[in-house]
């Protein structure tokens, strides 16, 4: 009797010291665990392209402009970076200056004190930048969360709007299909924003288009560099939980400015109910959908977007 009791005693420690240890090496991992930034790939676009920093009170903005006459502003997704617009900026620089801009806590823009990470946060970047550069108005162009941020940007600041086109644009109130959803949860999201690699940054990229021969290694080194940066992981899991789009969701109806929507077809995270929900929102918008086309249509299929893009910008 007593030997049962001391070996049932003896499973219940060792299953207490196996939790202690699980709970302590997950927290160990969100909290503790320093991930390696990725220092020894130097951005090949970079070393080809003229990017410029503005000194702003909170920011040293990391941006990208190109050509002349009415400014258009191009705003990246959540964990992207300006490199997402490089096949866009070219063409559309022919008629406008354009300004490709890194978001705080993305690419190579750097803050004084760690951002709040909501709608305020992005929308107060955008204005404060175009206050830098001097811009009375700008056309807006958002991809993803960049597109939800534009759509706060354009009910806040009105009259800095002139158009909008918004990319596979977040911004309802909807339920999130992405992976990112688990960063909702403390711990777990910076437990992964922590073990975020270069494989896992391949990965999600191939998850997001149509055709994942686009992904090539050189691609998802320059994307996951930037995100390597400690403060750059950090805003991932701090935006997803701080980003309220029940907030946009009800001041798109609010929206008077022309509104372009562009949508791959084969979006995983925004499907054609999504698409047709937000142009009804929108009420002064038109829809197009991109054929073979996922979640990066202006970079699966750049020429037919720019040319979308430039129609609709171009058009009086």
């Known amino acids: 009797m007593n030997k049962n009791r001391n070996r049932y005693k003896m499973m219940i420690y060792s299953g207490l010291i ?32 003229v990017s410029q920093y503005a000194t702003m009170d909170n920011y040293t903005a990391h941006y990208v402009t190109k050509g002349s006459g009415s400014p258009v502003i191009l705003v990246h997704g959540g964990g992207s970076w300006l490199y997402s617009y490089r096949n866009n900026i070219t063409a559309l620089s022919e008629h406008f200056k354009v300004y490709a801009l890194d978001m705080p806590g993305h690419g190579y823009t750097t803050a004084t004190d760690e951002p709040e990470y ?17 811009l009375e108005k700008a056309s807006i162009v958002g991809h993803s969360w960049g597109g939800g941020w534009a759509i706060y940007f354009a009910s806040k600041y009105p009259d800095k709007v002139d158009k909008l086109i918004l990319i596979g644009s977040a911004g309802l109130d909807s339920t999130d299909k992405s992976e990112w959803k ?12 922590n073990l975020i690699s270069l494989n896992a940054t391949e990965k999600s990229l191939k998850n997001m288009v149509y055709n994942s021969d686009l992904v090539t290694e050189l691609y998802a080194k320059e994307m996951f560099t930037p995100l390597s940066k400690f403060n750059n992981r950090r805003s991932q899991f701090l935006s997803q939980r701080n980003l309220d789009w029940k907030i946009t969701d009800v001041t798109m109806e609010e929206l008077n400015q022309q509104a372009l929507l562009i949508f791959g077809d084969s979006d995983p995270y925004f499907d054609n109910d999504y698409a047709n929900q937000m142009k009804q929102r929108l009420k002064n918008s038109t829809l197009i959908s991109v054929k073979d086309s ?4 202006h970079e699966e299929n750049s020429e037919e977007v720019n040319i979308i893009m430039l129609e609709f910008l171009l058009n009086q």
């Open 182 to 193: 688990y960063l909702n949860y403390p711990v777990l999201g910076e437990m992964i924003t």
């Open 18 to 49: 196996l939790f202690v240890l699980i709970v302590g090496s997950i927290i160990y991992a969100a909290y503790f665990l320093q991930a390696k930034e990725y220092p020894e790939f130097a951005s090949e676009y970079l070393k080809r392209t």
């Open 118 to 134: 909501d709608l305020n946060t992005y929308a107060d970047f955008i204005y404060d930048f175009m206050e830098n550069q001097g």
């Open 294 to 297: 996922g979640h990066l249509p």
